[in-house]
C-alpha cells in the first residue's frame, strides 16, 4: 500500500457526498471508491469506479472530503492530476471525470485517448 500525501487525483465536495452515499449503501467500514482505467471504449481507455475493500500491492490511496479514493499502479499515470466531479442532467446524475492527461474525449464521456495514442482512429458507438 502507497499512502501520499500529496494528492494525485482529487474529488470535489459535491461527488464526495455521492460518493460517501455510496458507500453507505454498502456498509463496508474500510471501503474505498477504486478509480481506473481499462482498454477500450470509443477513445481507446475507459474510465471505471468501484466500491472496493482490497488493497493490492502498488495501490495509491488519496483522502479528500471524508472520502478513501484508491488508484491501482496501472491506471496511476493516466489519472494523476484527474478530478472526479458529479454532474446532473436530463438524464440523471453521474461522476465525471476531469483528465488533464486526456487529449480528447468521446461524446459520451465514458472514453478518453492519451497523447501517445493521438494517431489511432476510433469511432464513437453512442
Not at 467500514?29 to 469506479?49: L, P, T
Not at 466531479?85 to 474525449?105: I, Q, R, Y
Request: hydrophobic share 35%; net charge negative.
Amino acid at each position: 500500500m502507497v499512502e501520499t500525501q500529496e494528492a494525485v487525483i482529487r474529488i470535489t465536495p459535491l461527488a464526495a457526498e455521492k460518493a460517501k452515499e455510496i458507500l453507505a449503501r454498502y456498509g463496508k467500514e474500510h471501503a474505498a471508491i477504486r478509480v481506473y482505467i481499462k482498454s477500450g471504449g470509443c477513445s481507446g481507455f475507459q474510465y471505471g469506479m468501484a466500491v472496493d475493500e482490497r488493497e493490492l500491492p502498488g495501490d495509491t490511496f488519496v483522502e479528500m472530503h471524508g472520502v478513501r479514493l484508491v488508484v491501482d499502479r496501472m491506471s496511476l499515470p493516466y489519472l494523476v492530476g484527474s478530478e472526479i466531479d458529479w454532474v446532473e442532467s436530463l438524464m440523471g446524475g453521474g461522476f465525471t471525470v476531469h483528465n488533464p492527461n486526456a487529449v480528447s474525449t468521446c461524446g459520451c464521456g465514458h472514453s478518453f485517448r492519451t497523447k501517445d495514442q493521438e494517431g489511432t482512429p476510433r469511432t464513437c458507438g453512442h
